[in-house]
Nanobody, 126 residues
Framework: QVQLVESGGGWVQAGGSLRVSCAAS????????MGWFRQPPGKEREFVAA????????YYADSVKGRFTISRDNAKNTVYLQMNSLKPEDTAVYYC???????????????????WGQGTQVTVSS
């Protein structure tokens, strides 16, 4: 298990941008696939984006494709989610996750045996 701490959430008007970050506690961070999930008010948690440990391949939910970018800095043990052209429906608590299971499947099911952060609130007003 690895401890994850998200930061960078906040309030923004529709059309604006935010970047959320997730810092990991262990140097083995670089061996984990990383992902972002979100839970809108009154809804279940859903997949947003994922990036392989090598940072060579990324995956996105259709709802954020072209607007959000996931990246990682293994030297800083940190994964980022740059969110542009934000919409009110992007309002949610955003969670980062670290896992070894293949992230190609994370859109269909939460990663098994993953570590999760505590979440950071993102609110987009219309």
């Amino acid at each position: 298990q690895v401890q994850l701490v998200e930061s960078g959430g906040g309030w923004v008007q529709a059309g604006g941008s935010l970047r959320v970050s997730c810092a990991a506690s262990r140097r083995t961070f670089r061996t984990y696939h990383m992902g972002w999930f979100r839970q809108p008010p009154g809804k279940e948690r859903e997949f947003v984006a994922a990036i392989r440990w090598s940072a060579g391949t990324t995956y996105y939910a259709d709802s954020v494709k072209g607007r959000f970018t996931i990246s990682r800095d293994n030297a800083k043990n940190t994964v980022y989610l740059q969110m542009n052209s934000l919409k009110p429906e992007d309002t949610a608590v955003y969670y980062c996750a670290a896992g070894y299971s293949d992230p190609v499947h994370w859109a269909a099911a939460n990663p098994s045996s993953a570590s999760w952060g505590q979440g950071t609130q993102v609110t987009v007003s219309s």
